[in-house]
């Protein structure tokens, strides 16, 4: 199929021409046609599909004939987030640049005055986040009584951020008769509901089966098993940059998932403290600085962008080589999204999952939904961790703690499999060993050199042969003296 057989209106066309594209992709050819004649569409797609054009494209065409009046906006596209809404905004642009149709971009972080006076004048195209566009109708501003189409982009997403009550008041706010386009990834029980209840015998069209991954993307799980609990996270931090570094050249940029936000802020300071080029984005960050770090990471001046799954959602920034995920998406779904924010549009790209054994359980499930395993990967420089060096050598300088002391029962529990093949523990042990043995004989004996130190083998480091002072010795301190005041 083409899109000259579509009946879009010539001018856009002609923009569908300059933007390059020659073949319209599954879900334009199932849904535009309906579209065009004005039928309610209900579009089973992920972002990456086209979707947005299946929607803009007929939209301009039917827009065309007709004129808006003041305060009564003619079509309204809800959106999510401020970011999606952008984004769509963004594509009226390019291919309504040969017709004349008004829009305005209603979102949260941005002033109502500017917004204001763009309803004022008369909109053809309102494009909304559900509660700034509800804040503005209360205000009195905006009636959305002369709606000729309405769509709903990614109402899972919607559905996940609780916006269900508003987008059914929105609904109710709509004459009767509007047209609907409705699109969701999938289709939890909640959406069916909203879409039989509110749209009129809609063409129902799928562009692939939901929660399908995209085959230009390589998928991997590399397997994290910190040596204590308390240091996952550290370790976690350590494996995201080995991992990053790991890729070379191959790494044109990335997007690193982290499922919440604190995380966010202590991924963003850890590789920023290692030289990564990095910027951060999630749905509490002011929005001139989610704008600006989008705009970065889209020219290419930021290379790694730490972002939530509400911030990116949806974002279509082609290119992005590679997306780490910091952690395993709780929702099988969000790993759907999240790896297709690469491998776009036939290009190939990279998905990583960190894993610890506590997340295995999400794994588990998100390999049910994509109908596949995801391949192991070594993490780069062999199983991890052997205990760091430069963090064993910090225990050495540090007092013993009593915390510590108390573990070794704890230590000799038996473990699971795979956390004993590839856990540091064994190798932690041996590293801690000489500062006990050493304690003790220094203090029993006097610490001479000659004296044999017990537990090490052939081998004994440096240190432990150093002549021990007089008066330290002389201070006689109790074993545990350390413990006690750590
Ligand atoms: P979307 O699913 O709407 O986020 O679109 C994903 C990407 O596909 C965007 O970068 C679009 O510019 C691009 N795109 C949309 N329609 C086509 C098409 N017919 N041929 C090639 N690329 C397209």
């Keep these: 199929m083409t899109f000259d057989e579509l009946d879009l209106d010539p001018n856009v066309l002609k923009a569908v021409q300059e933007a390059g594209y020659t073949q319209p992709t ?6 535009i046609p309906f579209a065009i004649k004005g039928r309610d569409v209900l579009g089973i797609a992920q972002t990456g599909t086209g979707k947005t054009a299946s929607f803009t494209l007929p939209m301009i065409t039917r827009l065309v004939k007709g004129r808006a009046r003041a305060r009564m906006p003619r079509s309204l596209i809800l959106c999510p987030t401020r970011e999606l809404a952008a984004q769509v905004a963004e594509n009226f642009d390019t291919y309504g640049k040969y017709v004349k149709l008004s829009k305005a971009l209603l979102i949260g972080g941005v002033s109502f005055g500017d917004q204001d006076k763009l309803i004022d004048r008369g909109v053809d195209v309102l494009i909304a986040t559900p509660g700034r566009l509800l804040d503005h109708f209360e205000r009195g ?3 959305l009584s002369a709606i000729e189409i309405m769509v709903v982009d990614e109402a899972d997403r919607m559905l996940d951020m609780g916006f269900i009550p508003d987008i059914e008041r929105i609904f109710k706010l709509t004459p009767f008769h509007r047209q609907t386009l409705f699109f969701s990834a999938t ?33 991997l799980l590399c397997r994290l098993h910190p040596s204590r609990r308390e ?22 940029n ?7 936000k604190r995380d966010i802020s202590s991924v963003f300071k850890s590789l920023e403290k290692s030289g990564f080029n990095v910027g951060a984005l999630h749905g509490d960050l002011d929005q001139s600085v989610r704008t600006a770090t989008l705009d970065g990471f889209r020219d290419g001046s930021i290379a790694i962008l730490v972002a939530s799954d509400v911030a990116a959602r949806g974002l279509d920034i082609p290119g992005v080589s590679h997306v780490v995920n910091f952690d395993v998406p ?45 391949a192991a990967m070594e993490p780069p420089g062999g199983p991890r961790p052997a205990p760091r060096a430069p963090a064993v050598e910090a225990d050495e ?35 801690r ?23 090490l083998g052939d081998h004994v480091p440096a240190f432990l042969l150093r002549e021990v002072p007089k008066r330290a010795l002389r201070a006689n301190v109790p074993d545990d003296a350390d413990d006690q005041a750590a």
């Excluded at 599954?26 to 849904?31: E, K, N, R, S, Y």
């Excluded at 996952?232 to 790494?251: F, H, I, M, N, S």
């Excluded at 230590?411 to 590839?422: F, M, S």
């Excluded at 060993?433 to 537990?455: K, L, N, Q, T």
């Design 26 to 31: 599954p879900i334009q050819a199932q849904a």
């Design 141 to 143: 501003k905006l009636m």
């Design 187 to 219: 289709m939890p029980p909640e959406i069916t509901r909203l879409t039989t209840e509110f749209l009129h015998n809609p063409e129902r069209v799928e562009a692939t089966a939901p929660a399908t991954t995209a085959t230009t993307v390589e998928q």
């Design 231 to 252: 240091d996952a996270e550290r370790e976690k931090r350590d494996l995201l940059r080995d991992v990053l570094r790991g890729e070379g050249d191959a790494l044109k």
């Design 254 to 260: 990335a997007i690193v998932f982290c499922n919440r």
């Design 330 to 374: 709780i929702h099988s779904e969000d790993y759907v999204h999240r790896i297709g924010r690469t491998g776009r549009a036939g290009r190939t790209g990279k998905a990583i999952t960190l894993c610890l054994p506590h997340e295995e359980k999400h794994v588990e499930k998100i390999e049910k939904l994509i109908e596949r395993p995801i």
């Design 397 to 431: 300088a540090r007092p013993p703690r009593r915390a510590r002391e108390d573990r070794p029962q704890r230590r000799a529990e038996p473990r699971a499999p795979r956390e004993e093949a590839a856990a540091p523990e064994p190798v932690r042990d041996v590293a």
């Design 433 to 455: 060993a000489p500062r006990r043995e050493d304690d003790r004989p220094r203090r029993r004996s006097g610490g001479g050199r000659d004296e044999a130190v017990v537990g």
